[in-house]
């Protein structure tokens, strides 16, 4: 469900016409739904109201300043994988006890200020890992809280670039050594076990997984509590899917239904990070036909929003539906909508029937508010798009459009090199 339909032809964003928002903030241009983000957002909330727990917004999907501060002033949490990502958390407000940090790679630095802010949890990837955070806890004089991210090796069945919780991943410990790990993690004198968490992957679109991963994960919890260590937070990471075509994924009801019976005796308090399953469908990308040519049989739709702008497709072969902002009868042609930038990867939406386009007009990117801007970049030195929210009849540039300016903030010449 989103709120961005078709009045009298013209595509809006809730109350306003895309084009007007075009007008004030040019192409491209992501534009997202304040009520679609809230929506979404209470979705989760009821789902698992009655049930102890905390939704962690998964920060890579969106982490735009006002999209974040809406959703903390919402109740909602966060789940970052980046120092960068806590700094942001924390200006937009997302009260510390609702942040949880996973990733792969943290540095001294990025652990130490987790422990400064007292986040609620670090979802821990390695043994080394784990050390680390207990010489860092011990150095600040102060106790890490920590679950460790458990790996079950289950296989969500979505892009395998998107597969986290399968044995080859990188991501997490082998479920089978996770026993010895948490032993390991009891005798630290820095770290406080407080958790698992698992997040298998992204744009799931089938309960199973879910449920699977989670008895294993339910089983370990048991298995930890014999050995005396008791598990208090139980963190399933995130992964809805969404409908970007046909798909019909669950609903975090679905969700709750499916997962709620098997957390009965468990005492547990437990944490979501949904990411895209609360911003993929509030957002939009718009962007502006520039040229039209015809190579042999193909149509190729030159737009001014490139991979450095919407990498999805390039990088996942993943599919975006393309809407005009003003619907037309034109005939329908088979296009490419190519981007500007120099690369043949370079392409938001491959070989689709749609109606002719002319130069000038406008095109929606549906589904765009996740991994949209967050995976934008100035390659071929490209400023980056300007970022719009809207609420009913009201729209506001959250972020503006990079400048070339922005293009060499930081940049020095070294003497020899000067004019
Ligand atoms: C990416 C990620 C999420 C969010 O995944 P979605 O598919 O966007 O819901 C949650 N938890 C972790 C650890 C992640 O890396």
């Known amino acids: 469900m989103h709120y961005f339909k078709y009045h009298n032809s013209e595509l809006y964003a809730e109350d306003v ?14 534009i997202y739904s304040e009520k ?52 942001l958390a924390k200006k937009a407000g997302m009260p510390s006890n609702k942040i949880v940090y996973a990733g792969v790679g943290k540095t001294d630095e990025e652990i130490a200020a987790a422990l400064k802010a007292r986040i609620l949890m670090f979802n821990v990837e390695s043994p080394d890992e784990l050390k680390a955070i207990d010489r860092v806890a011990g150095q600040l004089k102060t106790k890490a809280p920590i679950a460790l991210r458990v790996n079950p090796d289950i296989d969500p069945k979505t892009h395998p670039y998107i597969s986290t ?6 991501f997490g410990i082998p479920i089978e050594h996770a026993l010895e790990y948490y032993r390991l993690a009891r005798r630290l004198d820095n770290v ?18 879910f ?3 989670l008895k294993r994960v339910i089983e370990l919890a048991h298995n930890l509590k014999e050995q005396g260590i008791e598990i208090r937070n139980l963190d399933i990471g995130g992964g809805l899917g969404i409908p970007y075509r046909d798909e019909a994924p669950p609903l975090p009801e679905d969700l709750s239904r499916a997962v709620l019976p098997l957390l009965e005796e468990g005492g547990f308090n437990l944490i979501l990070e949904p990411g895209r399953s609360i911003a ?21 739709v030159i737009v001014d929003g490139g991979m450095n702008d919407l990498l999805r497709p390039s ?9 005009p902002v003003k619907k037309n009868s034109r005939k329908k042609a088979l296009s490419d909508i190519v981007g500007p930038i120099c690369e043949s990867g370079d392409f938001i939406a491959k070989e689709r029937m749609i109606n002719r386009v002319h130069q000038g007009d406008l095109l929606a990117l549906m589904s765009a508010g996740a991994y949209g801007f967050t995976m934008s970049s100035n390659y071929n030195s490209r400023p980056r798009a300007a970022e719009v929210l809207v609420k009913g009849s009201d729209f506001y540039i959250v972020k503006e459009r990079e400048t070339y300016k922005d293009l060499i903030r930081g940049t020095s010449l070294p003497k020899h090199l000067k004019r």
């Open 36 to 87: 679609t983000l809230l929506r979404h957002l209470q979705s989760y909330q009821q789902a698992f109201d009655g049930y102890p727990s905390t939704i962690c917004f998964a920060l890579k999907a969106n982490s735009n300043l006002a999209v974040l501060r809406l959703l903390a002033k919402n109740g909602c949490g966060a789940d970052v994988v980046s120092g960068g990502e806590l700094y």
């Open 192 to 209: 406080e076990v407080l958790g698992i968490h698992k997040h298998i992957g992204s744009q799931i679109t089938a309960i199973k997984p």
């Open 165 to 170: 919780g399968l044995k080859k991943s990188k």
């Open 211 to 213: 449920v699977d991963a």
């Open 315 to 323: 990088l996942y072969d993943a599919f975006h539906d393309v809407k």
């Open 280 to 300: 993929g469908n509030a957002g939009i990308f718009v962007t502006k036909v520039l040229y039209l040519k015809k190579n042999t049989d193909k149509e190729f």
């Open 17 to 30: 016409p895309v084009k007007k928002i075009v007008e004030k903030a040019g192409t491209p241009v992501y």
